[in-house]
């Protein structure tokens, strides 16, 4: 028979997943707007979307927080329980975060995706955009999988999205040389901040997969470099050996 606890933890792990399709789905609705094409370009109809899904995420939030005390304090889990539910915690607001940066990033693509520049420049920001997503995506995959050796390849990708920061906007800014005007710094502003933005997805990517590192090992390698003796350790201690 299966117990109260049982049926709380399935609905937060079920909330979970129903979160963690929202936030994907949005990343989704940006890859397909900034197109490889130079034609790209957001709706007003997936912008509207974009800000409904959010609205969802942002309710199931506040889900979260009412589940995980009530099964905490009701069912009093056991340590393995309690260290997923601390986990699930903070990939959801890592979560919340993305899908806050995605209505962003929308927001200022509705301004600046009508100019030349932009157009240039946009095949460069969807390869950046399709890292940070996938990244998102295998450190969700990680704790769903229970793939530790996934959650560690995220990790090392978030060095790499801030070196395609570095690269693209230096060879953007090459690329449409003679294009900007005086009075045209402030796109230039817009553009960094979606760069910047992309970087911040890539930031939460990594904590979603500190969080299923902990989750699935017990280990809390947050804030850490993490050597490939530790690295070791700790996949040996998640498998038992």
Do not use: W
Request: hydrophobic fraction near 45%; include cysteine; charge should be neutral.
């Amino acid at each position: 028979m299966t117990s109260n606890k049982d049926k709380s933890l399935k609905e937060i792990f079920q909330l979970f997943e129903a979160t963690s399709n929202l936030v994907l789905s949005q990343l989704d609705i940006l890859i397909k707007a900034i197109k490889e094409d130079n034609r790209s370009g957001i709706s007003e109809a997936q912008l509207e979307i974009l800000n409904t899904r959010e609205n969802e995420i942002d309710g199931n939030e506040i889900k979260f927080d009412s589940l995980i005390i009530q099964t905490i304090v009701l069912y009093k889990p056991v340590a393995s329980d309690l260290r997923q539910l601390f986990a699930i915690y903070r990939m959801i607001n890592n979560l919340e975060r993305i899908g806050d940066l995605s209505l962003k990033i929308a927001d200022i693509l509705l301004e600046i995706q009508d100019s030349e520049f932009f157009q240039i420049i946009s095949p460069l920001f969807r390869k950046m955009l399709k890292q940070a997503c996938n990244m998102v995506q295998d450190a969700l995959l990680s704790f769903i999988n229970r793939d530790v050796e996934l959650a560690f390849s995220t990790i090392r990708e978030d060095k790499e999205i801030e070196l395609l920061n570095k690269k693209f906007l230096r060879h953007s800014i090459k690329k449409a040389e003679g294009l900007i005007e005086a009075n045209e710094f402030i796109l230039l502003a817009e553009m960094r901040s979606i760069l910047s933005s992309f970087e911040r997805i890539g930031d939460h990517a990594t904590n979603i997969a500190e969080a299923s590192v902990y989750a699935l090992s017990g280990s809390n390698i947050k804030h850490q470099e993490i050597s490939r003796s530790k690295k070791m350790a700790i996949l040996k201690r998640k498998s038992g050996k």
